[in-house]
């Protein structure tokens, strides 16, 4: 009888391996010699480069500005570091030998040339939406550029997360493939924005948070998360910037880098809209606006929710020093207010109004710690504007006080906890 238990049990795993295997096993791809680039059209190559920058893959897919492309970039998991891949068309060390199909089955279903499964911190989970046409053009544009000759270390990621065949079973559980579908009941407008979001520009990457095994939440969708030792703020309804994300305050912010009624994109978002959206057509910037402004269900008078809560706090602006009550205060007057001062009337991109800005309503202090800290480089924010960094100006203890006054002043959220040491892990 216990024989017969064991032998069923034994039998019983040895079928669900073996279908597991069924399922997790893929066939390589035959290795072509390197498409010549003269194979490909100026414009498709031109479109390719669009999608390129739109779908981050030079950010992700270089480490030293003079190899674009040949990958070595570390990404730091819970389970280990990962590095990005050589994407060049080296034929040895790159991606040369593949064939489209081969880079379209890896962008759409997270499987290299030769069969293996690939690691999500590559987000196929949402370049697997793109249009054939789309992933076409990508494979033209990726096959033009230079040929380098590169390897990236090797991963360090702890057993058994680097065991490539596990992935088919993440994958069963939290990858769909396929592409974009319309949603009907939205305009066309809306759509192109929402094909740009969800598909090449992966913008859930860093707005969703993830669960323990690294798939992005979707019950959490665009709730906000900590992405990279940065914040990405929510873009739905959970965003708590008093002036919401209007249609017209979100293309500001995706083709300037910052909007008068919020603030600048500093830190990972600054790579998103200086590299990533830079070379994308207005149309396509206007369409993630439409659908950005939706999801964040944002209308109205921007400048009325400003002068409303500009109000609120510049009566902590206007006092003369010595009618200043605590050691924040006092700070943020000295350190801060001759450049975050607006009138009321005329907020202005420069001079990020406090009362507005997302680093000082959100959950997490990080952005605005590291911002008080750093400074904002002429890399981040406006391309023509820049903010020193406090770092050696400022103690810890200093920068929580001027911290925790601008959160009880110019917000109505709780206050944060545990500042001092905060400031101090993100000391650089
Ligand atoms: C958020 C970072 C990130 C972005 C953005 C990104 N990649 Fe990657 N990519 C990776 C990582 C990491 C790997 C390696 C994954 C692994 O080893 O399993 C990878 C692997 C690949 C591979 C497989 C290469 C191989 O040799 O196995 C291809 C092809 C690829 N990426 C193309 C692209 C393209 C095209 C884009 C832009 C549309 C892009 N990637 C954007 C991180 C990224
Ligand atoms: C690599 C990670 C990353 C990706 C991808 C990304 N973002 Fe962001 N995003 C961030 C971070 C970090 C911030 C906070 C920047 C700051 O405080 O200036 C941010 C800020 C924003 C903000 C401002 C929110 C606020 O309340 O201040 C908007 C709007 C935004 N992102 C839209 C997008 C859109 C649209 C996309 C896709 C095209 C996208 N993001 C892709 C990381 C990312
Ligand atoms: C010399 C002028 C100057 C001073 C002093 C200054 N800032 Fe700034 N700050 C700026 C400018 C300009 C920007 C926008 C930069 C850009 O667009 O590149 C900015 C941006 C910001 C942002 C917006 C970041 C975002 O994600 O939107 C915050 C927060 C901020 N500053 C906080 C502070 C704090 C706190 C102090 C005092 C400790 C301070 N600043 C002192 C000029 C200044």
């Not at 893959?57 to 990962?82: I, V, Y």
């Not at 065949?165 to 579908?181: H, I, P, Q, V």
């Not at 990405?232 to 880098?257: D, F, H, I, Q, V």
């Not at 609120?312 to 000295?334: D, K, V, W």
Request: proline share 7%; aromatic share 8%.
């Amino acid at each position: 009888m216990f024989k017969k238990i064991v032998g069923g049990v034994v039998a019983l795993s040895v079928l669900a391996l073996a279908i597991f295997l069924l399922i997790a096993w893929e066939p390589s791809i035959d290795p072509i010699s390197t498409p010549n680039p003269g194979g490909f059209s100026e414009e498709q190559i031109n479109r390719g480069e669009v999608l390129a920058g739109l779908g981050n893959c030079e950010t992700c897919h270089t480490t030293a500005p003079n190899k674009p492309l040949a990958g070595g970039r570390a990404m730091p998991t819970p389970f280990g570091t990962l590095y990005s891949t050589n994407i060049t068309p080296d034929p040895k060390t790159g991606i040369g030998q593949w064939s489209e199909e081969a880079f379209a089955r890896a962008m759409r279903e997270g499987i290299t040339q030769s069969g293996s499964h690939l690691f999500p911190a590559f987000p196929y989970t949402h370049f697997t939406k793109l249009s054939d046409d789309d992933t076409s053009d990508l494979y033209a544009y990726i096959m033009s550029q230079s040929a380098i000759q590169a390897e990236p270390p090797e991963n360090t990621l702890e057993f058994p997360f680097n065991i490539r065949l596990l992935l088919a079973g993440w994958k069963l559980l939290f990858f769909d493939e396929g592409r974009y579908e319309t949603e009907t009941s939205k305009s066309e407008e809306w759509n192109r924005g929402a094909y740009i979001a969800e598909g090449a520009g992966h913008c859930s990457a860093c707005h969703t948070p993830r669960n323990v095994l690294g798939a992005e939440d979707t019950s959490k969708a665009w709730e906000g998360a900590i992405i990279n030792n940065w914040y990405a703020p929510a873009l739905n309804t959970s965003n708590r910037t008093p002036a919401g994300w209007t249609e017209t305050e979100a293309y500001k912010y995706l083709r300037n880098g910052g909007s008068p009624f919020h603030g600048v994109a500093v830190g990972s978002m600054a790579d998103v809209v200086h590299d990533g959206l830079k070379q994308a057509p207005d149309s396509d910037l206007r369409a993630l606006s439409v659908w950005l402004s939706d999801l964040a269900q944002a209308s109205g008078d921007q400048q009325a929710s400003a002068n409303s809560v500009s109000a609120i706090h510049s009566a902590h602006n206007n006092q003369s020093p010595s009618t200043m009550m605590g050691e924040g205060e006092r700070l943020f007057t000295y350190a801060c207010a001759a450049c975050h001062y607006n009138e009321p009337d005329s907020t202005n991109t420069l001079r990020p109004d406090m009362a507005l800005n997302s680093a000082i309503s959100a959950p997490t202090p990080i952005n605005l710690i590291r911002v008080t800290l750093n400074g904002v480089s002429l890399k981040e924010g406006l391309p023509e504007a820049m903010m020193p960094g406090f770092a050696h100006a400022l103690d810890d203890r200093q920068i929580a006080s001027l911290l925790a006054y601008l959160r009880s002043t110019h917000t109505d959220q709780p206050a944060w906890t545990n500042l001092e040491q905060q400031v101090r892990d993100q000391r650089p």
